[in-house]
C-alpha cells in the first residue's frame, strides 16, 4: 500500500484516483492513543460555499439573492462538489486524514449589514434549525454521500459545532425567545464573565448556556417543522432525549442533542467546536458526554462502515490559545484546563507567527511539550491560515513551498485550510475584512505551473507525514544546524528530514539513525540509496529530502 502511495504522488500533476479496491482503511496500533493519533493527522479545512459547485440547481435556495458586498453572498459551493474531489482523490492525493468542513446546518434566510456590507449566512456560523442541512448546500443524503465516501478512504469526518450563538435577526429571520438567549451586553474581554457571560458581536444572540431553567421550542422551529411535516417527530426524539438523559429541558440541552443526532445518524468523527470560549467549560463536557455516547451507538449499529475503533475526537477554537500557554487559558480573572473539558486537542493560534522564526527551536520546543512536557497526552493543531485570521503566515502568498514545510513537518497536527495547497489568493480587490480569507477555490489556477508544482510539494509532504506518523508525533532531534538536518522517532518509525540542501548531488550525514548498507529512499525525488560511512548520497534537484527505509 505504501509503495502505491508513493508512485501516485510521484506520477504526474495531472491527478491520482486511487482505485477503490485497492484502499486500505488505516488500523490504529494497539499502543497508541488518540492524542498520538491526531498530533499525527493532517485534517483539510474547507469552506464548504467556496470549495466546489457540484450541483448549480441550489445555488439560489431558500430566495437568497446574491447581491451582498463584495463575496459576502453565497457562491454555490455545496456538498456535492466536497464528495466529487473525495472520489477524484483530491484529499489522498494530499494525505489527508480527516475532512473539516464549516457549519452545514440551516442558516437564516435573510442578511444583515455587519458594517462591511450586506451579508448573507454563506460561512456556515448562522444557525436557524441544528436539525436540517441548509438547502444551498444540499440534503442530509448528499451529505450522507459524503461521510461515506470519505470513510471508504479512511479519512474521517469533523463537523463544525456551533453551541454559543443561534444566527442574527433578519427581515425573516425572527428572534429566538427571551428565556433561549441574551441580546446584549458585547463581550469586553476583562475577565470569564465579559468574555462568557455576553454576545461575541452585536448580530449573534448569545445562548443561555448557563441557564438550567425549563424552555418551550422557539414558535419559529414550531412553525417550520409543522410546516415540514416533523413537529411530532422532533417532539418525541426530543421527549426521548431528556427522559433519557435526566437533563432539564434548558436550551443548552436542547443545542447538544441535536448536534450529536448528526454523530448517531451519519457517523460523524469529531467536532471542531466553534467560539470554545465564549461558553462554559462545563458545556463543552457535556457535549462531548453526549458524542461519545452518540458515536459509540453508530459504530455498534455500523460495525462494516466505521474505520476503526479510535474514539470521537474533539478540537476547540478557544481563540488566541497558543501552545505556549501549556493546557491552560487564562480569563484574566482565572484560568481554564480546556483539554479537562472534553477536549482532546485545542487549534494552536501561535505558530503561523512562531513558523516565521527559528524552526529548531520550534520543533524542539513542540516535541518537548508533546511528549513529556506540558501537553503530554494532549493534541495540538496547528496551521498558517484560516479563515477568521486576518495576520496569517504568508498573506502575499510570497512563500507557498515554504509554508507547506514548516506547517506539515511540524510536531503535532496540521490544518491545511482550502486553496493553501494552491496558493489561493487571501487578497481580493473590493472585499472588506474576513471576506478577504474565504475565497473561491481557484481551480483555474491548476494550468498554471507554479501552481503545480506548489501542488506537488504540499502532496509530496503531506504523503509523507501521512505514511511515517514520526513526522507528526516522534521525538524530535537535531542532528545538524547548518545546512538543517534532523529525525523523528516514533517507536519503530524513523525519518531523517534535510532542509536547505545543495541543488545536485548532497551528502547527508545520518549520525547513526540507520547502519551502514541499510537502503534509504528519499521520498521527495524517489531516489534509493544505502547509507555509507554514515551518510547518503542524493542526486536530486530538490533542495529538501525526506528519507526512510526503503519498504
Avoid at 441580546?183 to 448556556?209: E, F, G, M, Q, W
Avoid at 472534553?342 to 524542539?364: C, E, M, V, W
Avoid at 525525488?525 to 525526506?546: D, F, K, M, Q
Wanted: with cysteine; glycine share 8%.
Amino acid at each position: 500500500m505504501r509503495i502505491r502511495i508513493a508512485a501516485c504522488v510521484l506520477a504526474s500533476l495531472a491527478g491520482c484516483k486511487p482505485a477503490e479496491q485497492a484502499v486500505e482503511r488505516p488500523v490504529v496500533p494497539p499502543s497508541r492513543v488518540p492524542a498520538q493519533f491526531w498530533n499525527a493527522a493532517t485534517i483539510y479545512f474547507l469552506l464548504t460555499d467556496r470549495f466546489e459547485n457540484g450541483n448549480p440547481a441550489n445555488d439560489t435556495a431558500a430566495g437568497r439573492k446574491h447581491d451582498g458586498a463584495v463575496l459576502r453572498s453565497f457562491e454555490g459551493g455545496d456538498l456535492a462538489g466536497v464528495l466529487k474531489r473525495i472520489e477524484a482523490g483530491w484529499f489522498d492525493s494530499l494525505g489527508v486524514t480527516a475532512i473539516w468542513m464549516t457549519p452545514f446546518v440551516e442558516q437564516v434566510h435573510g442578511s444583515v449589514d455587519e458594517g462591511t456590507g450586506k451579508t448573507w449566512g454563506y460561512h456556515g456560523y448562522w444557525t436557524r434549525d441544528w436539525t436540517a442541512v441548509d438547502p444551498a448546500l444540499g440534503t442530509i443524503d448528499d451529505l450522507r454521500a459524503v461521510v461515506e465516501a470519505a470513510h471508504k478512504r479512511g479519512i474521517r469526518v469533523l463537523m463544525d459545532a456551533v453551541v454559543n450563538h443561534t444566527g442574527p435577526v433578519t427581515a425573516v429571520d425572527p428572534a429566538w425567545p427571551a428565556d433561549w438567549v441574551r441580546s446584549n451586553p458585547n463581550c469586553s474581554y476583562k475577565d470569564y464573565a465579559t468574555t462568557v457571560n455576553c454576545n461575541l458581536v452585536r448580530t449573534l444572540p448569545d445562548i443561555l448556556t448557563e441557564s438550567n431553567a425549563a424552555v418551550e421550542l422557539p414558535p419559529m422551529l414550531v412553525e417550520k417543522w409543522t410546516r415540514e411535516g416533523r413537529l411530532d417527530k422532533e417532539k418525541a426524539e426530543l421527549d426521548t432525549f431528556f427522559k433519557r438523559t435526566g437533563y432539564p429541558r434548558a436550551p443548552r440541552y436542547y443545542v447538544i442533542k441535536w448536534l450529536t443526532d448528526w454523530v448517531r445518524e451519519l457517523g460523524i468523527d469529531g467536532y471542531r467546536v466553534d467560539t470554545a470560549k465564549h461558553f462554559e467549560e462545563s458545556v463543552s463536557a457535556e457535549l462531548r458526554k453526549e458524542a461519545d455516547s452518540a458515536f459509540a451507538e453508530w459504530k455498534h449499529a455500523n460495525p462494516a462502515k466505521k474505520i476503526d475503533d479510535l474514539p470521537f475526537y474533539m478540537v476547540g477554537e478557544v481563540y488566541g490559545w497558543e501552545e505556549s500557554a501549556g493546557r491552560s487559558f487564562n480569563f484574566g480573572d482565572r484560568s481554564v484546563d480546556f483539554f479537562a473539558n472534553g477536549y482532546d486537542a485545542l487549534i494552536n493560534f501561535g505558530f503561523k507567527r512562531q513558523a516565521a522564526g527559528n524552526l529548531d527551536s520550534l520543533y524542539t520546543r513542540y516535541s518537548t511539550d508533546l511528549t513529556s512536557g506540558a501537553l503530554k497526552g494532549a493534541a495540538l493543531l496547528n496551521y498558517v491560515t484560516n479563515h477568521d485570521d486576518g495576520s496569517p503566515y504568508d498573506i502575499k502568498r510570497q512563500d507557498p513551498f515554504g509554508a507547506g514545510t514548516k506547517l506539515l513537518l511540524a510536531p503535532g497536527g496540521a490544518q491545511i485550510y482550502y486553496g493553501d495547497e494552491l496558493a489561493r489568493p487571501l487578497e481580493i480587490p473590493g472585499t472588506q475584512g474576513d471576506a478577504n480569507l474565504r475565497s473561491t477555490m481557484n481551480w483555474g489556477d491548476l494550468s498554471n505551473e507554479v501552481t503545480r508544482a506548489v501542488l506537488e510539494h504540499w502532496r509530496k509532504l503531506g504523503q509523507f507525514r501521512k505514511l511515517h506518523p514520526a513526522v507528526g508525533d516522534g521525538a524530535h532531534h537535531r542532528l545538524q544546524e547548518h545546512p538543517y538536518v534532523f529525525s523523528r522517532t516514533l517507536e519503530d518509525d524513523r525519518v531523517v528530514i534535510a532542509l536547505n540542501q545543495p541543488a545536485g548531488a548532497k551528502v547527508i550525514p545520518l549520525f547513526g539513525t540507520w547502519s551502514d548498507g541499510t537502503e534509504l529512499v528519499d521520498f521527495y525525488s524517489g531516489i534509493r540509496g544505502r547509507v555509507v560511512n554514515g551518510s547518503i548520497t542524493i542526486i536530486s534537484p530538490h533542495t529538501l529530502a525526506l528519507l526512510s527505509e526503503s519498504r
